[in-house]
């Protein structure tokens, strides 16, 4: 196959295709939506600046906290409200979602280690104000019980700290919203761009027929040649969408602030779906060229895009409904290895961190492996329904030797 003249096809699909007044619009009222939800966002988070006010229940047995928590809060900069209460009281407030207002420690036992009860997490900030108030309070006592003895004095520094016990700890397997929420932008940002490239590809090989510019074309060129440079053409714009929304987004997180608190690595997910982008543009774009070719008209073309369409659909609802539930199930770890799956559900578990090595490797290696057939298959069908006029042909007519 002769390279200069697929990319001279790949160029002139870029220039009448993809640079187009309609195309570049959308793209950038796109990014001019993305930046508008940015600033939105940062108004919503920002808009309530002051710190909210903890608060925190001694038992009597720890009043003499009281004095070192607030200096610990005046200089950790926390808004602390103490009060003293009994531990059934403390229990029944922890317990109780509409409190108000809402407890978030209750402090009991000794002084100088205490027990400190939370509902289910200890927030950070109490927890610093807890830990330098305990610390404080050992230091006082010590020095004034002990006159300042080296030793013993580090001793019982060591030992004090709360000891965190919680009525519901959170479970280990709770489901991660912010993995998922990356999960689905990335998969959905996919299926955007698998879509608008193959819908563009199918438009692209109809319309040549209609106006029998194809017949010109494949005068000078192989029928082969004007497919591929098609296809590297109007994915090279496909890959351009998803690395420009999906930086633009990438972008809005840490604007925003919210990237620190992410567990998933936004650099390694982005790299991870641009790579699952050409493999899956490899396979997709393949089926709506070679297919595309088999109807004459545009009104048809939905006949051969439909089924196409739900072959992108499956997928990314499969996906949707069925890795953020078990992301290590059996079932998923079959589909991940399909190769019309593959491009979905690989960016999904690994934003839950439920994939394995030698998982990826295997399904980038059987879906890499699935494109020859698809090159033979799309180019059989384009050549022999090119240049076929009339009603649409039909698939077996045209995989016939």
């Known amino acids: ?40 966002g940062a108004w919503f988070l920002n808009r309530d600046e002051a710190p909210p006010t903890r608060h925190v229940a001694v038992e009597e047995s720890v009043a003499g906290l009281e004095p070192h928590l607030a200096a610990a809060a005046e200089q950790q900069e926390v808004d602390l409200d103490v009060t003293t209460m009994t531990a059934e009281d403390a229990k029944a407030a922890l317990e109780d979602p509409d409190a108000d207002p809402a407890l978030e420690a209750f402090l009991s036992g000794d002084p100088a280690a205490p027990t400190m009860t939370v509902a289910t997490t200890a927030e950070g900030d109490v927890l610093e104000v807890v830990n330098v108030a305990v610390r404080s309070y050992v230091v006082t006592e010590e020095i004034g019980s ?49 879509i608008g490239s193959g819908s563009m590809i199918s438009m692209g090989v109809v319309e040549e027929k209609t106006s029998r510019v194809v017949e010109i074309l494949l005068a000078t060129i192989k029928p082969s040649q004007l497919l591929a440079g098609k296809i590297i053409g109007i994915g090279i714009y496909g890959l351009f969408q998803v690395v420009v929304l999906g930086g633009a987004m990438a972008a ?24 699952w982008f050409l493999i899956g543009y490899g396979i997709y774009a393949l089926l709506f060229g070679g297919f ?110």
């Open 252 to 275: 809005a997180l840490a604007a925003l602030g919210l990237v620190d608190d992410l567990e998933v690595d936004l650099g390694a997910a982005l790299i991870l779906l641009v790579v």
């Open 146 to 194: 002990l006159g300042g003895d080296p030793d013993s004095f580090e001793q019982a520094l060591a030992g004090a700290a709360p000891r965190v016990d919680a009525l519901d700890p959170p479970d280990d397997d709770e489901f991660d919203g912010a993995a998922y929420g990356i999960a689905m932008v990335m998969i959905s940002l996919l299926l955007f761009a698998l």
């Open 1 to 40: 196959m002769n390279r200069n003249v697929v990319w001279m096809v790949a160029r002139r699909e870029l220039k009448t295709r993809m640079l187009t007044k309609a195309n570049i619009i959308s793209m950038s009222i796109m990014l001019l939506v993305i930046a508008v939800a940015t600033g939105v």
């Open 292 to 401: 595309a070719a088999l109807v004459s008209r545009q009104e048809d073309i939905g006949s051969v895009t439909t089924p196409l369409m739900f072959m992108l659909f499956v997928p990314f609802y499969v996906t949707m409904f069925l890795v953020p539930n078990d992301p290590d199930g059996t079932a998923v770890r079959i589909l991940s290895q399909i190769p019309l799956f593959a491009p979905f559900m690989i960016p999904v578990r690994d934003a839950f961190g439920a994939i394995e090595p030698w998982e990826l490797g295997l399904s980038m290696g059987l879906a890499l492996a699935t494109i020859p057939l698809l090159v033979w298959v799309a180019a059989r069908v384009y050549q022999r329904g090119v240049l076929h006029t009339g009603g649409r042909m039909k698939l077996t007519d045209a995989l016939k030797g």
